[in-house]
């Protein structure tokens, strides 16, 4: 049955992300924010960001997405929180080269590193990166 | 009717193949339809035997090309009973054809308070050219709202429409809520405001009889990808009375009659909306798809897809958990069917989809008003066209049925 491959995709870790995500919600107390869209499906995604002395060190998510969209944010939320912005920024770059099937530090990724397997989804490639897209725009932000 | 009863479907040799290791089920039609491969063979056969520019040549090349190319507005005038064969404009799709009318007719006849009337079905190539035209002209933009079905209704366009009511743009059939709006009625109103009717017929033209006669409606906009053509070409179809009083929207070659240093006289219907180079082959083989589909006869396309709404309808509500959007009785939804799972969303239904081989769009299917409307944010989308077969339903149910599965118990 063809659906076995979208274990590759789906993985059971994705899966509980998904359905129960880590820091959603808002910050009352953010420096920086941002709103970004999928402009494929309409998804939205509200980002916000407490940084303190170069360190992320609060960050919340909301909106509404797929299950991809909302695991990948759910797992960038906890692989930078208390990084340096410099580390975070590392991140995002290892976590785009490694979904666009290239070369790339997977290590550093912690939980998100399981995301790997969209790199065979093309299709699913912006639900993935969506939440880190917003965290570089944020951080980017003046 | 199962895939080998299906007497057109073998005609379409891209049909006959496998994704993701099982057999392809092709229902994005709305999207794009496939080609037969009698149209793909006639556009490798023109660039083979008939390849030159059109109304420039006079050698015997650019002779046949040019009446091919003549040859095919005629086929499309009288697939959609158009009075003239000089009321059929090629442009590079329903797109284009609806931004030409906002540019040309638009920038022509509106002013400061007058309004264009659209609806809250509109696909955004049918709002946003009204949209902009009434920004740079500071008229209103009204929308009419849909009835419980998801019809555009009668009852408020009678309202929406007014006395300065200049352009009552609709969709012929929405291509997310699948219902055949009233634009017949809708024209007579706007008719009665003396405000003119543009018909969007991009879902309709390829699916069912359209006489632009018998609706009476001043413009029609379609496009040939959708109805077995190339990608690239489309018709605007305009009465000829407005499109000889329309001024054209693009200049350079083709389009004139005489230029001078400083001014420049415009050449006749069509060719004035026809500047530079068309797209040649496409029209030629858009007239070779037309010949297609009026073999099989559009009343008969229409009536086999209904069809298959009576036989699939039913069997996609029975799915627990799964909301159809539009019409819930098949007798009034057409074979464009969105629907979405519960707790699901449909980029990860039309993935799991796909690894069953079907093929579903997901998304705001470039009509974020209506989805806003609707309340959500994106539906997955299966559209029909007459090569499907019951046998292709069937599996896209099996597989809807059994994507839930996988979601509700983690993993296979």
Redesign the interface.
Do not use: K, Y
């Given at each position: 049955m063809a659906l076995s491959k979208m274990d590759n995709l789906y993985r059971q870790v994705i899966l509980d992300h998904s359905a129960h995500p880590h820091h959603h919600g808002e910050l009352s107390d953010s420096t920086n924010e941002i709103e970004l869209k999928n402009p494929t499906c309409g998804d939205v995604l509200q980002l916000d960001v407490k940084v303190e002395n170069d360190t992320i060190k609060d960050i919340a998510f909301s909106g509404y997405g797929c299950t991809i969209s909302q695991a990948s944010a759910s797992m960038m939320t906890d692989a930078v929180m208390n990084k340096d912005t410099k580390t975070a920024e590392d991140m995002i770059e290892a976590f785009s080269d490694m979904i666009l099937g290239e070369k790339s530090d997977t290590d550093i990724l912690e939980d998100a590193a399981v995301l790997k397997g969209v790199s065979q989804f093309p299709a699913r490639i912006k639900c993935a990166t969506l939440a880190w897209k917003a965290l570089h725009k944020a951080l980017n932000k003046d | 009717m199962d895939n080998k009863n299906n007497q057109w479907r073998q005609d379409f040799p891209i049909l006959d193949q496998k994704v993701?290791?099982?057999n392809l089920v092709y229902l994005d039609n709305a999207a794009t339809t496939q080609k037969p491969q009698t149209v793909i063979d006639d556009l490798v056969n023109f660039y083979q035997n008939d390849n030159a520019n059109v109304h420039r040549g006079v050698h015997t090349l650019a002779e046949r090309s040019t009446e091919q190319f003549e040859t095919a507005r005629e086929k499309i005038q009288k697939f959609i009973n158009a009075e003239h064969s000089d009321e059929i404009i090629y442009t590079k799709g329903t797109t284009d054809a609806l931004n030409i009318i906002a540019r040309s007719y638009g920038a022509e006849n509106i002013v400061a308070g007058d309004e264009i009337v659209i609806s809250y079905l509109e696909h955004h190539s049918n709002l946003i050219p009204w949209q902009q035209l009434a920004i740079q002209k500071h008229a209103v933009l009204k929308y009419i709202e849909l009835d419980d079905d998801g019809f555009v209704d009668l009852a408020d366009a009678k309202k929406k429409i007014t006395d300065k009511t200049k352009i009552v743009s609709i969709a012929h059939v929405s291509n997310v809520l699948g219902v055949i709006n009233p634009v017949k009625e809708i024209a007579q109103i706007a008719h009665s405001h003396g405000a003119v009717m543009v018909v969007d017929g991009a879902q309709s033209v390829p699916h069912m009889p359209v006489d632009v006669q018998d609706l009476d409606c001043d413009f029609l906009a379609f496009s040939g990808h959708k109805m077995l053509g190339p990608t690239g070409i489309g018709i605007l179809y305009g009465k000829e009375k407005l499109l000889n009083a329309m001024p054209p929207v693009d200049f350079g070659g083709e389009m004139i009659n005489f230029v001078h240093l400083y001014e420049t006289s415009w050449n006749d219907l069509p060719w004035k909306f026809e500047a530079g180079t068309p797209n040649i082959a496409g029209a030629i083989v858009l007239g070779y798809a037309v010949d297609y589909l009026s073999k099989i006869g559009m009343q008969n396309i229409f009536d086999y897809e209904n069809e298959l709404v009576d036989y699939v309808l039913p069997k996609l509500l029975n799915i627990e958990g799964l909301t159809v959007y539009g019409p819930q009785d098949p007798a009034k939804h057409t074979s464009v069917i969105s629907f979405n799972l519960d707790g699901?969303?449909?980029?990860?239904l039309a993935?799991?989809l796909?690894?069953?081989?079907v093929a579903v769009r997901?998304?705001?299917h470039c009509a974020?008003p209506l989805?806003t409307y609707l309340g959500i944010?994106?539906t997955a989308r299966a559209s029909f066209y007459f090569y499907n077969t019951k046998e292709d339903a069937d599996i896209l149910v099996n597989s809807i049925v059994?994507?839930k599965e996988?979601?509700k118990n983690?993993?296979?």
């Open positions: - | 993701n290791d099982e699901l969303h449909p980029h990860d993935t799991g796909d690894m069953e081989g997901a998304g705001h974020q989805m944010s994106a059994a994507t996988f979601f983690g993993t296979v």
